[in-house]
T-cell receptor
Framework: AQSVTQPDIHITVSEGASLELRCNYS??????LFWYVQSPGQGLQLLLK??????LVQGIKGFEAEFKRSQSSFNLRKPSVHWSDAAEYFC???????????????FGQGTILTVHP | DAGVIQSPRHEVTEMGQEVTLRCKPI?????LFWYRQTMMRGLELLIY????????DSGMPEDRFSAKMPNASFSTLKIQPSEPRDSAVYFC?????????????FGNGTRLTVT
């Protein structure tokens, strides 16, 4: 079974600083990987996804993530953080079997991002 | 597009009462998922449907939990009887297809408090 670890429960950065949120996954095959963001009182919104091809994927709101198979990682990055980026971020891995797989995602525990002015 | 609509946003009930959570998926989406979010366990998939048919309910914690999808535009998650440990935020999500490469669209959740 797949699993996801987000080592950092809470990260604080200053506005304008760069950001990297860590995500490590465990899965026997090539994974489907996702990053979602959750603002307070809201549902989760998809930031970006990786299925195959270029290991550096671009998402919405200026975020990007890099898939590194050798490290089983899919870290999320942003070069300059804005105060509106304060939220909780979830990494998720999806099962993949054969030509298709159902959308059963396993989520990490989340990383809360605080942005200081 | 109105997005996934969940009701109520907040529900407070007493232990032993029946609770019904409601979800309207995005029109045209064929798959619907119910998740539960708690501080201790994070996001857990409870059950999901494809074309109104339950596909995997292995995440439903107990027989007290049941979910239905009578048509493509409506689903319910029922807890009977409710217990304090059921307190959580319950999310409904929908996607175009059941395949994992079809992104999930989440509702804003129902915060359930059982006293």
């Amino acid at each position: 079974a797949q699993s996801v670890t987000q080592p950092d429960i809470h990260i604080t950065v200053s506005e304008g600083a760069s950001l990297e949120l860590r995500c490590n996954y465990s899965y026997g095959a090539t994974p489907y990987l996702f990053w979602y963001v959750q603002s307070p009182g809201q549902g989760l919104q998809l930031l970006l996804k990786y299925f195959s091809g270029d290991t550096l994927v671009q998402g919405i709101k200026g975020f990007e993530a890099e898939f590194k198979r050798s490290q089983s990682s899919f870290n999320l990055r942003k070069p300059s953080v804005h105060w509106s980026d304060a939220a909780e971020y979830f990494c998720a891995v999806g099962a993949r079997a054969g030509g298709t797989s159902y959308g059963k995602l396993t989520f990490g525990q989340g990383t809360i991002l605080t942005v200081h002015p | 597009d109105a997005g996934v609509i969940q009701s109520p946003r907040h529900e407070v009930t007493e232990m032993g009462q029946e609770v019904t959570l409601r979800c309207k998926p995005i029109s045209g989406h064929n798959s619907l998922f119910w998740y539960r979010q708690t501080m201790m366990r994070g996001l857990e998939l409870l059950i999901y449907f494809n074309n109104n048919v339950p596909i995997d309910d292995s995440g439903m914690p107990e027989d007290r939990f049941s979910a239905k999808m009578p048509n493509a535009s409506f689903s319910t998650l029922k807890i009977q009887p409710s217990e304090p440990r059921d307190s959580a935020v319950y999310f409904c999500a929908s996607s175009l297809t059941v395949t994992v490469n079809s992104p999930l669209h989440f509702g804003n959740g129902t915060r359930l408090t059982v006293t």
